[in-house]
């Protein structure tokens, strides 16, 4: 897969994976985890992020947390 990437778009990629955690694991704003990754404008981070996952990031925030939360509440509930 690395072959058929140039660097450019390798690089992107793995930025917007990161993305993806900041967004899960963070309460950071759109803009800083733009900033973050290397995107002045949260609207151009956003474009690509949707380009590559196919949803909003915000709609990635709240179904990680909601799956988040589940995957807790079955671990904690297991012990009892």
């Known amino acids: ?27 950071m704003t759109l803009q800083q985890i733009a900033d973050s990754i290397g995107y002045t404008h949260a609207a151009n981070f956003t474009t690509a992020f949707k380009r590559a996952f196919g949803k909003h990031p915000s709609y990635h925030r709240v ?17 009892n």
Not at 64 to 75: D, N
């Open 1 to 27: 897969v690395l072959f058929d990437t140039s660097p450019i778009r390798h690089l992107q990629w793995k930025r917007l994976q990161h993305s993806r955690r900041l967004l899960s694991d963070t309460n």
């Open 63 to 79: 179904r990680l947390k909601h799956a988040r939360q589940a995957a807790w509440e079955t671990t904690a509930h297991a012990g």
